[in-house]
């Protein structure tokens, strides 16, 4: 597997002010403003820099230029305006220029600027984190992976040091977290779990976590291995909290918690409800149970709505009044009146990993965190279920909400502007599928005729879907009778069709510009299906498969044969599959390995067992991209060893620990 080398500077701590995807793009500014002149000097830079947006939108020539001269003279260096200037020193400018163009627009570096991790990635360069929020977590991860084997010997973290960031750094951390938030999304016999880890099983792990963590709706955009490696606090922090609160609002649906039907009156509304993000529901449930008491405004947010912490004292009278304290509502210190709230809590038994002061402070990840927690730990709502037939899903039900999850997150994977919750609902509006397909295929959108949003009048949405669907087109999708309408109408079926269709476009597309030896012709699913069949017959391997809706793919084998073909370090290990459980357990170790060499997929274990057409196509293709972005050399090492497949069958009574060991030796 090739390494990842990203750019490094030899100034640890400027390093640390910058992500590797930032220091990139900072990079190839700073070779583009060289070659202009064949040189870059101090003096050039106050006006060079302009085009960098924050800089030459707040800051004119002038002050730059000023604040330059400040920055050398603060720092008692001599340096003539006309030497020529590195790299290192060219971030130093960067940052002094930064830092006072976000001054003037109000940016952020105030105490509350960390909390914006649950809906993107953190690509500010003014990165402070929150030391109450890194101490909740470091208490959430004491409490769920205590007693997990490999792990009890690292903990418990002390959340006052900066421990938690040295211990994320082998990328177990991560992978457990994950499992704990969305059991059975790694098979643990894919993490490398060895004492002491080489760089190679490091950054196998990082990868294997940070393609989980995509998976199951994680951000993770511009956030790569390189910045857990180095233990870059506000990266690991952000994608720790995505992963605590997919945890925490595992619940917060129809399915696990069919009682919150209780929160609507009739089926068209529970639909309604059941296209929310979980957030969402959580503040309905909340003022659902506030409207039991006396108190009498609406709860908008996890954040100054909750500041006096009055809707706490009422919202926990009305779930436990057996523990409730008459004086907690008459106080009129804020702060004291957090703390009685906190000790209702207590009493109750509920955990709770935040302070009175972030109650006060409005800390909107913490406060979110702790309604969690009281609604996990006793919801007030009826055991007795409404008798809504709504609420049993048929086996198409089942296969939409399958499908609508992969898009989903796919979609959200390819850095849009907007974070989605619901494809059907959150996608009507045309503005996120022409960003995606601008994605996939770059400068095919016609922006001028977009409408950005909000966008308020219907006809509007209805232009940029019909933009979509003459894309659609112009990129040969099959939309027969197909309209924007359509879309914008949220016909499910139809929505599910296109993604599916633009998702597979994208695959293929990859895989043309990749395969030096197709000279731009286009790749088929033919090709697909060829180039798997004989990877796995060229390696010895035993099987083979007709086509990607073949039953025979259901046990997982073709799959295991595939990947020890295409990376002979993989020595996989499967359980013998006469049992249904057994071909899950098979499934799951096939997307575990697969995002362990770094395919981004976003299948489930049951899409392998039931042969979703669909989901063999992407991961056969995605296992055919991986293999052909390798470097030469190390394609011809692995056409070298494909001698003998490396598939080792495990029965059932022999599932020992030793088969979770690492995977890839």
């Avoid at 990607?548 to 595939?562: A, I, N």
Wanted: glycine letters at 4%; one cysteine or more.
């Amino acid at each position: 597997m090739s390494g990842y080398v990203g750019v490094v500077v030899s100034d640890p701590s400027l390093q640390n002010q910058f992500t590797q995807v930032e220091l990139r793009s900072l990079k190839n500014q700073f070779m583009s403003m060289r070659r202009e002149s064949g040189s870059l000097t101090l003096r050039d830079l106050a006006s060079k820099m302009s085009r960098l947006k924050l800089i030459g939108d707040n800051l004119t020539e002038d002050e730059r230029a000023s604040l330059i001269q400040d920055l050398y003279a603060n720092n008692n260096t001599s340096f003539d305006d006309d030497d020529d200037i590195d790299f290192e020193s060219f971030l130093k400018v960067y940052l002094k220029l930064q830092a006072e163009a976000s001054a003037r627009t109000g940016g952020s570096g105030g105490k509350n600027s960390s909390s914006a991790f649950l809906k993107a990635a953190t690509t500010t360069l003014l990165h402070t984190i929150s030391e109450s929020e890194k101490a909740s977590y470091v208490a959430h991860i004491n409490n769920y992976l205590a007693d997990d084997p490999f792990m009890k010997n690292c903990l418990p973290i002390d959340p006052l040091s900066n421990d938690l960031f040295e211990t994320a750094k082998d990328g177990v951390l991560i992978c457990k977290l994950i499992n704990v938030a969305v059991p059975g999304t790694i098979d643990e016999r894919a993490i490398n779990t060895k004492r002491v880890l080489n760089p190679w099983e490091r950054n196998e792990n990082h990868t294997l976590g940070l393609n989980s963590a995509k998976a199951i709706g994680c951000t993770v955009v511009n956030i790569g291995t390189q910045d857990f490696i180095e233990g870059r606090r506000h990266l690991v922090l952000g994608v720790i909290s995505q992963i605590i609160k997919i945890q925490l609002l595992a619940d917060l649906n129809l399915k696990k918690t069919p009682q919150l039907v209780e929160l609507v009156d009739d089926s068209k509304d529970v639909e309604e409800l059941m296209s929310l993000p979980p957030e969402k529901i959580l503040l309905r449930w909340m003022n659902f149970q506030l409207k039991k008491s006396t108190y009498k405004k609406i709860v908008s947010n996890f954040s100054t709505d909750i500041k006096d912490a009055e809707a706490y004292a009422h919202l926990l009278n009305v779930l436990a009044p057996e523990h409730s304290n008459p004086s907690t509502l008459t106080v009129k210190d804020l702060f004291t009146r957090a703390k009685l709230v906190l000790e209702h809590a207590d009493r109750m038994g509920c955990k709770r990993y935040l302070t009175a002061r972030d109650i006060v402070e409005g800390s909107p990840n913490l406060n979110l965190g702790f309604v969690a927690h009281i609604f996990q730990h006793r919801n007030g709502l009826s055991t007795q279920t409404k008798q809504i037939s709504f609420l049993e899903t048929s086996p198409d039900d089942a296969q939409i909400s399958r499908e609508e999850r992969v898009f989903r997150f796919w979609i959200n994977s390819l850095g849009n502007s907007s974070y989605i919750d619901n494809v059907f609902e959150d996608l009507r509006n045309g503005w996120i599928l022409l960003e995606s397909l601008d994605k996939v295929s770059p400068g095919i959108v016609n922006w001028k005729c977009a409408n950005k949003p909000p966008i308020k009048l219907p006809f509007r949405k209805v232009e940029n879907c019909n933009q979509v669907v003459k894309i659609g087109k112009q990129l040969k999708f099959s939309l027969v009778n197909v309209a924007g309408n359509d879309i914008v109408q949220g016909n499910k079926k139809l929505i599910l069709a296109y993604l599916w269709q633009l998702m597979r476009c994208n695959m293929l597309q990859l895989l043309k510009d990749l395969r030096s030896h197709s000279h731009g012709k286009e790749i088929r699913d033919a090709d697909i299906l060829e180039w798997a069949n004989s990877k796995v017959r060229n390696s010895g391997g035993q099987n083979q498969m007709n086509s990607f809706k073949d039953k025979s793919l259901s046990d997982g084998v073709f799959f295991l044969e595939l990947l020890s073909a295409v990376q002979p370090r993989v020595h996989v290990k499967l359980f013998f599959f006469d049992a249904d459980e057994e071909k899950k357990m098979n499934a799951t170790y096939i997307i575990s390995i697969a995002r362990k060499m770094g395919c981004s997929i976003f299948l489930l274990p049951e899409d392998i067992t039931e042969v979703n057409q669909k989901m063999m196509l992407t991961l056969t293709a995605s296992i055919m991209y991986w293999y052909l972005k390798q470097p030469v050399q190390e394609k011809l090492s692995i056409s070298d060893s494909e001698t003998g497949s490396q598939v080792e069958t495990i029965s059932n009574s022999t599932t020992d620990d030793s088969a979770s060991e690492s995977s890839i030796e």
